[in-house]
């Protein structure tokens, strides 16, 4: 990693031309810090302008900003108000003078194309609701997703909410197991997805996974099917579900339909993640405080404007997804979504994409900028990206050296990197590097306004404000997009964030802020792992392994990658007689590969995995991740005093240099 402590100015941008700037000096604050100070003292102020800031339409006005009464972590804002997210998301632009605006442009590794208008997204819309209406679908109900990132992606996203249903977004990515864990735990009535999406020219058939999927989801009644490649078949044998082509029954459907009125509080979407823990957990987020916080994170931090237009690679089934429909759409903005890869056809398709549609605000990865470099700047050549204001990114730690080639290469140092933190538990951001501040490669300038935000020292949990002390990222004061709890998992919810110390959110980030008051992102403080920007728990990979037959036990741990920041790494503990090199052996480590692939998908399958007598535990047998993870990488080893094994230690480390074991089993 290329180490740095030069500050940049990108030259294009003034902080005093931003929206948030115009919005400070209409209340008459002229600093970041007054700010700052002015939100931790009355987060009801703040979030009482920010409602009025981004415009939404309240069918009944609510009674308060913030109530508390249950306890911070059970947080409720603009009680009693009623409204719906899709009204101020769609519905106004459609009807009003930007209904022939474009809303949506949608690209494929196909080379298709659609420009969609507000009017015309309006009209899919509703039909899209009469569907569901006509389906039996209400007020309440859960319904999956599980779609490419193709225009009836957004239109579901959309519709779900216009009738006050639940969308449960899944990964178009997953295995048959990972959805059907999000089905079972939601109740699901109904999954929507499509035929096949392509990738590097590869059809791959969503249809089979989401068919074996559906075999083992008892709540689920239908599967409907979006044929977009045409490549529809029905099924063999007899299914215990209802199978229905979704063109088949939106085309002929009603064009209007009004909004459902929502409580504020109202559920909005069922996002999934993982923690340490293992079980998937349904992250709930609410019709009135997401849109807030949504909007404002885009107007605030990413200083999108009505004219603007964002391309981010991401997929519907990460918080990324609806973020980008929500907060574009609430501002009155056009998206670019993008089925398929940022390299193919050819290296250059990223850039010409934005070149093509005039790109305004490009939302990326370090893993996508590392595998983007290994082609050199020859793919830039003959592209124009003069229509860049900024460079977005968010899902994963930043490298120096990855920073400064977007920077250097590809902004030529005018543009800003917007470095965006948060998590689905945030619906939003926490820190970000604010557009027209100086930066620092892979920092943060701040708190995104609204959050008020400390670093706690990792062994009391006092709040320590030391230059350069790393400690655990924290927020002392309520936000409207906390997630309002996990999916009939209260306790659970309560446990993982606020237990650690009364009244306030512990984030599981490791934090620290150097002497000139820029924040960095260290990792996580959990054992969460972070492959391509797509986080995972490990013992969602260690049940998978666990389940094998002659595997005693297994832990996971994250080693560094060039290309996915993070790539898997697992160490089992298995039964004697494949303790010797031979065909059963690598017969054993193909199947513990293959099966975290089937489960989960392939790329969270082990990049290797390492035999080995015994895990480094605690005396009370807990396993030591920490402990795992720094023998390995050969890094300080921090406190040992409660480890039991310490002789394991150095049977860890030999297997970072040997590479014996490996998963093809040469050495």
């Not at 002229?30 to 302008?49: K, N, V």
């Not at 900024?390 to 290469?409: A, N, Q, Y």
């Amino acid at each position: 990693m290329v180490e740095t402590r030069s500050i940049y100015q990108p030259s294009d941008f003034d902080f005093k031309q931003t929206e948030l700037w115009k919005w400070m000096k209409k209340v008459n604050i002229t600093s970041l810090e007054s700010l700052h100070i002015a939100i931790a003292e009355s987060p009801e102020w703040f979030w009482g302008e920010m409602e009025k800031e981004v415009g939404i339409t309240w069918l009944k006005p609510f009674k308060k900003v913030l109530d508390m009464s249950d306890g911070i972590e059970w947080s409720k804002w603009y009680t009693e108000g009623q409204m719906n997210i899709v009204i101020d998301a769609l519905d106004k632009h459609a009807t009003g003078l930007h209904a022939n605006k474009t809303a949506l442009f949608c690209e494929s590794d196909k080379e298709e194309r659609q420009r969609v208008t507000y009017a015309e997204l309006y009209t899919e819309v509703n039909k899209f609701c009469n569907c569901m209406k006509q389906r039996g679908i209400k007020k309440g109900d859960r319904v999956a997703m599980f779609l490419p990132m193709i225009k009836e992606a957004v239109v579901t996203l959309l519709g779900l909410a216009k009738i006050g249903a639940i969308a449960v977004p899944c990964f178009s990515g997953y295995s048959k197991e990972a959805i059907a864990n999000r089905l079972n735990d939601s109740k699901s009535k109904l999954l929507i997805t499509a035929d096949s999406y392509y990738r590097r020219g590869k059809k791959i058939s969503m249809l089979k996974v989401a068919r074996k999927a559906v075999s083992i989801s008892p709540s689920l009644k239908e599967l409907m099917v979006v044929n977009k490649n045409g490549s529809y078949i029905e099924p063999e044998s007899p299914v215990n579900w209802k199978e229905t082509i979704y063109e088949n029954h939106t085309k002929n459907q009603k064009v209007t339909f009004n909004a459902e009125p929502m409580e504020s509080e109202s559920p909005l979407m069922l996002i999934y993640t993982s923690g340490t823990s293992g079980k998937p957990k349904g992250i709930i987020h609410v019709h009135g405080g997401f849109s807030v916080k949504v909007a404002q994170d885009f107007k605030h931090a990413l200083d999108l404007k009505k004219d603007d237009r964002l391309f981010w690679v991401t997929d519907m089934g990460w918080i990324m997804g609806p973020l980008i429909v929500y907060g574009s759409f609430l501002l009155g903005s056009s998206i670019v979504i993008h089925d398929g890869t940022p390299d193919y056809p050819k290296p250059d398709k990223l850039w010409e994409i934005v070149d093509k549609y005039k790109i305004t605000h490009l939302g990326l990865s370090p893993t996508i900028i590392r595998s983007l470099m290994v082609h050199g700047e020859r793919p830039l050549e003959e592209k124009d990206l003069t229509s860049l204001r900024m460079f977005v990114s968010t899902g994963e730690p930043w490298d120096s050296e990855s920073w400064l080639w977007l920077f250097e290469k590809v902004g030529k140092k005018r543009l800003p990197i917007v470095n965006h933190s948060g998590g689905t538990e945030i619906g939003g951001g926490i820190l970000a590097s604010m557009p027209g501040l100086p930066l620092k490669p892979c920092c943060f300038t701040g708190p995104i306004p609204g959050m008020v935000v400390d670093i706690a020292n990792d062994q009391d949990d006092e709040l320590v404000n030391e230059f350069g002390k790393v400690g655990e990222l924290v927020i002392k004061k309520p936000w409207p997009g906390m997630t309002r709890g996990f999916w009939n998992n209260a306790e659970d919810y309560k446990e993982t964030y606020w237990e650690r110390r009364e009244k306030i959110w512990f984030h599981g980030d490791w934090a620290k802020i150097d002497k000139e008051k820029f924040w960095f992102i260290e990792g996580r403080s959990d054992d969460t792992l972070v492959v391509a920007g797509k986080r995972l728990g490990p013992s969602e990979i260690e049940s998978i392994l666990n389940a094998h037959s002659e595997i005693e036990e297994s832990a996971i741990i994250g080693a560094p990658d060039k290309i996915k920041g993070e790539k898997v790494i697992a160490f089992v503990v298995i039964k004697e007689k494949y303790l010797t090199k031979g065909k059963e052996h690598n017969k054993l480590m193909e199947e513990l590969t293959w099966s975290v692939g089937e489960k989960l998908g392939k790329p969270f399958k082990p990049d290797n995995v390492f035999v080995v007598g015994d895990l480094p535990r605690t005396r009370n047998g807990k396993i030591m991740r920490r402990i795992l993870r720094s023998a390995y990488l050969d890094e300080s080893l921090g406190d040992l005093s409660t480890l039991e094994n310490p002789e394991i230690i150095y049977e860890v480390k030999q297997k970072n240099s040997s590479l014996i074991d490996t998963i093809d089993g040469k050495q």
